[in-house]
């Protein structure tokens, strides 16, 4: 997909009528920062659009591209994911860096569902990572910090309502738990509702077919605004604890895939910055 077709798509999105199914309404604040559209098409590129019409920034993705000098390769699955994802835009978005790859395995059938690959931007001026820290705490340094990307890969046909359950489920779990723990405040609880809804409603009732990657990106922090998380082709969500939240998940203990936790400290042990 050259440049002008992938612009021109993102220029169709950009119609009113196209809008309205993209657009989600901000969890906080009853303000008028939302942001407006943000669409990623389909094809062999990407392109995003995300407009905040607070203050006219325009931020522009336009195919992402998935061609990068090298793959790396999940033993498990044989599926390759880029080493580097960029992504151009106006803003200046640095590429992603492919940190660490795993396989999701429905545990009691051992059936191979998907492959997980995780990315970030690690030139982020504002990550500051300590050699001595863990793993664990370098991973949830960068994913409150800088941009990310998940990206799925099943190795089978599969549907989106599919992986909309198995997302909300760690979502609503997350939540109860951090709720009971304390560290999710009644507000954000209510505040998140909302966004969680949104998430729900993304997934269209079709097929995502064997070896079609789903894209996630989540932006890095904006300041004053929700953090938005986009569904690549399907829409986004704008919510700080939920955007966050949903990427931390790859890296909880109980999260989907232990292979992909293992091979990302692995790489995150000798990461400083
Ligand atoms: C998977 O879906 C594609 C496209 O719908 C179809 O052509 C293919 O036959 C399906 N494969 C299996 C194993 O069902």
Redesign the pocket.
């Known amino acids: 997909m050259s440049f002008l077709s992938s612009f021109a798509r993102v220029a169709r999105t950009l119609r009113p009528a196209a809008n309205r199914r993209f657009s989600s309404t901000l969890a906080t604040q009853a303000s008028r920062k939302s942001y407006r559209s943000l669409v990623w098409g389909g094809g062999f590129g990407v392109a995003a659009y995300l407009a905040l019409s607070s203050n006219q920034v325009i931020w522009h993705i336009s195919s992402m591209n998935m061609f990068s000098e090298t793959l790396s390769v999940d033993p498990a699955t044989s599926i390759a994911f880029p080493t580097t994802m960029r992504i151009p835009s106006n803003l200046k978005l640095h590429p992603l860096s492919l940190i660490g790859i795993g396989v999701r395995t429905v545990s009691f059938l051992g059936v191979k569902v998907y492959s997980i690959g995780f990315y970030a931007d690690l030139s982020n001026p504002n990550l500051k990572i300590p050699l001595d820290l863990s793993p664990e705490e370098k991973i949830d340094h960068i994913i409150r910090n800088t941009a990310c990307v998940i990206r799925i890969v099943p190795t ?2 599969t549907s989106y309502t599919h992986l909309r359950d198995a997302f909300m489920r760690a979502m609503n779990a997350r939540l109860s738990t951090g709720y009971k723990e304390g560290t999710v405040s009644e507000d954000t609880a209510m505040m998140v509702a909302s966004p969680l809804r949104t998430l729900k409603g993304l997934f269209p009732n079709s ?1 995502l ?2 070896h079609v990657p789903l894209d996630i990106f989540l932006a890095a922090p904006i300041p004053n605004k929700q953090r938005p998380l986009v569904f690549r082709d399907l829409g986004s969500i704008e919510s700080d604890w939920l955007a966050t939240e949903f990427v931390l998940n790859y890296f909880d203990k109980a999260g989907p895939s232990p292979p992909l936790k293992a091979s990302v400290f692995d790489k995150i042990k000798s990461f400083s910055k």
Do not use: F, L, Y
């Open positions: 089978r046909n097929p077919n064997k």
